[in-house]
């Protein structure tokens, strides 16, 4: 099996911290269930570590990268995940969906294995974070790659629809972490922890204007009022479906 994340390197240990927040927003959707399935699990973050999981990862490169006592990790993809109906109480997928090839399969794979809730964190695409004005090339990426929030209730049935705002020290250099931290996005080691800037081709122009805006201070003045901010809705949602 081939994966996109074992060409990319991404420092997962160092870049890819789990957040605390995060993990209790999970945690609490999991709910009372003591069997999950992690779908798309990389290298393990926000695997509660009280209950029976299952990872599923298809990249060998992350399965590699996860620490020795994390969950017992099977290499294989969500449309085709090797377990029977109803195996798991709950299953999650955590900023994952948008790299799988066939996401209405893989939910329905979900759904199949997963006696009760289904956990997603995602993206909503129509969100335009402010570092889209910089690189409007993010939001199209978002776009042609990111489910609808209306999807999820067609794939899924009825779901609960969430925002997880992010903290402004998030520890997790997902691609929307640094909201509060805009220099971060001038770093290339920094960029480098989101698959999004290994995706796009062109980031050079809108970079040097985020450079020169915060040189200037115009990036202060244009967005003063997410410094007085402790968290920021990125965009990113929790979708639970029951
Ligand atoms: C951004 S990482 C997220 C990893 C982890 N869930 C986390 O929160 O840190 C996306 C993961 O999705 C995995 N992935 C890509 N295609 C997949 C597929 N078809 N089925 C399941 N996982 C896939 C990648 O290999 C990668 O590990």
Known sequence: MTAKYDSMGINYGEL??????IAGI????LGSAKTVLNVGAGTGSYEPIDRSLI???????MIRKRSPGTAKVIQASADSLPFDDGSFDAS??????????????????MRRVTRGRIVLLTFDPSSR???????P???ALDEAQMPTMSDYGRWLGPVQITPVPVPHDCSDGFLYAYWRRPAAYLDAYIRSGSSSFWAIAKAEAGLHNLRRDLETGEWERRY???LTLEQYDAGYRLVVAS
């Open 224 to 226: 003063s009022q997410l």
């Open 92 to 109: 999650m997928a955590i900023l994952t969906i948008h790299h799988w090839p066939d996401k209405k399969a893989g939910l329905r794979e």
């Open 129 to 135: 974070p402010w570092l889209t004005d910089y690189l």
């Open 26 to 29: 999970i945690e609490s959707a």
């Open 55 to 61: 990872a599923v990862e298809p990249s060998r490169e």
């Open 16 to 21: 890819r911290r789990p957040d605390w927040r």
């Open 137 to 139: 090339e993010l939001a």
